[in-house]
């Protein structure tokens, strides 16, 4: 369903690949302009640029503030309406066996990142903008496995876009989030390749499936929509009933 995005701009993170490219295709579909952005998947981003036709694509290591301000000096003094922080990792930090290098790196590139390209992003977003954060039902729940730097991340994400709602509200700019369930992507692809981890998931499921990108990106595009308009500062679970 075209929810009447012609004439926006939307920067996706992470749009290379999994949820991102599907946001990106989503939003395109309804009439945005697309950039793209990608860290390692230029070929990837490259592809999906060509697929959309009006797809720009930008690279840059999230996890570093120099190269965030790089991508942001590429862009020049382009206008924005929507920001879709969508980048991420999910990497397993168990207490007692975890690096300091992958403590690090799970904060910059889940949580330090978003504030940096928010911040980055600010001058160039028009008013009435959309922001969406792309959180996660671990932000609020717990998950087995050693994930509890990853959840933290997520409810940093959630934290931020209360704040970032009220902060943004005097320009009109509505900030809300999209906390997703499991989706079956590159991220989740070796987890769920474990077939009993794969049955016990579906089986938590209310609904009795695993999401898909798609799913994730129609709530993203209502949230972008004018239909959205009295929306801010919410935390959207989309997860088929994981968390109730
Ligand atoms: P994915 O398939 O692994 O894709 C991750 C994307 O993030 C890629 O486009 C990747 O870019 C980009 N990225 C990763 N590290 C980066 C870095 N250091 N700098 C810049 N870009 C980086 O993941 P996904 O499943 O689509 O997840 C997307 C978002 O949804 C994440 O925030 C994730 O936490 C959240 N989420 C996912 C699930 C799930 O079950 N899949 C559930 C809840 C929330 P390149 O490939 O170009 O390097």
């Known amino acids: ?38 860290h390692q998947s230029r070929v990837a981003a490259e592809a999906l640029a060509g697929e959309l036709g009006s797809g720009q694509v930008v690279q840059a290591d999230l996890g570093s503030v120099r190269e965030i301000d790089a991508m942001f000096a590429s862009l020049g003094a382009k206008k924005l309406d929507i920001l879709v922080n969508n980048a991420g990792i999910w990497i397993g930090t ?26 980055d992003a600010l001058p160039l977003l028009n008013e009435g903008a959309r922001i969406i954060n792309i959180s996660s039902v671990a932000g609020r729940v717990g998950v087995r496995g050693g994930r509890s730097l990853y ?35 590159d991220m989740t692809n070796e987890h769920f390749s474990d077939v009993e981890v794969r049955k016990r998931a579906i089986e938590r499921s209310p609904l009795g499936k695993l999401g ?14 004018h239909e959205a308009r009295w929306i801010t500062g919410q935390i959207l679970n989309v997860s088929g009933g994981f968390v109730i």
Not at 103 to 111: A, Q
Not at 151 to 180: M, Q
Not at 212 to 225: H, P, Q, R, T, Y
């Open 94 to 119: 168990p207490l007692g066996k975890t690096s300091a290098e992958d403590v690090d790196r799970i904060l910059e590139v889940n949580i330090k990142s978003v504030f940096w390209v928010t911040q």
């Open 151 to 185: 959840g933290a991340t997520k409810a940093a994400i959630d934290a931020f876009t209360r704040n970032w709602a009220l902060e943004l509200a005097d320009r009109k700019i509505l900030v809300n989030a999209v906390a997703p369930g499991y989706v079956t992507t």
């Open 212 to 225: 898909n990108a798609e799913e994730v990106a129609d709530v993203v595009a209502f949230l972008c929509s």
């Open 1 to 38: 369903m075209d929810k009447g995005l012609g004439g926006k701009t939307a920067l996706v993170t992470g749009a290379s690949r999994g949820i991102g490219r599907a946001i990106a295709r989503r939003l395109a579909a309804d009439g945005a302009s697309i950039i793209i952005h990608c």
